[in-house]
């Protein structure tokens, strides 16, 4: 049988359609995964220590003192008068001989996951510190991003995404921050502060729990997933 005109036609037809059906599927594929699939996350039990907070660092009279349990932290607080707005909680502290540089970069993560509970009368609205350091004047800079969450005296779940820090207005006056300068910069995290609110207390007292403290992110960014594809 002599081949007509139309038959290298139609295969160059059914190779583009098995060409394009191929490339419909990996994409489908790589955007399953990175909805899904593409996550990673670290516990950072065994990087942190457990220290105390309170406004003491700054010329306050609250009182912190914390303790480990068999699979928490749990933090003991005690607010005095003698500071405008006192406060007290306790922070979970990278270990820098065992934590890295890499993991403190808070930069490759959308969020710090944990469990809670604030034994204390009413439901408060707690502050979480995400302290990172910096260099500004040639001198080191701790800045206390920050965000808020409200526990209760049960344990529950709570996912802070890191795109919602924010350097406090107080910290920008006490420290004459410049407008490029009051972005979030988490590159250097050293400690994650759980801290009361910020209002005005003739006293008070509670007790914080936090466990299973997790950092989770994509595995591998968007735009290398991206190289991958076009490769």
Known sequence: MVPTAEEPIRRDENTLIVAVSVLLAITLATALYAGFF?????????????????????????????????????????????????????????DSASASRDLRNLQQFD???????????????????VE????????????????????????????????????????VAQNDLEQSEQGVQLNDVRTIHFV???????????IMEVSDVRLEGRGISPMHLAMGLQV
């Open 38 to 94: 593409n996550t990673r996350s670290i516990a950072i039990d065994p990087y942190v220590r457990a220290k105390p907070f309170s406004d003491t660092v700054a010329g306050g009279s609250s009182v912190s003192r914390w303790e480990r349990t068999d699979s928490s932290w749990r933090f003991h607080y005690w607010q005095k008068r003698g500071f405008a707005f006192p406060f007290a909680g306790g922070g979970l502290r990278f």
């Open 111 to 129: 969020r710090i996951r944990f469990r809670f509970r604030h034994i204390h009368d009413g439901s408060s609205l707690l502050r979480v510190f």
């Open 132 to 171: 990172d350091t910096r260099i500004r004047k040639g001198q080191s800079l701790m800045v206390p991003n920050q965000t808020q969450f409200r526990p209760s005296e049960v344990w529950s779940e709570h996912a802070l995404e890191l795109k919602n820090l924010q350097v406090p207005s107080w910290f």
């Open 196 to 206: 009361t609110p910020d209002i005005i207390s003739n006293g008070d007292s509670g």
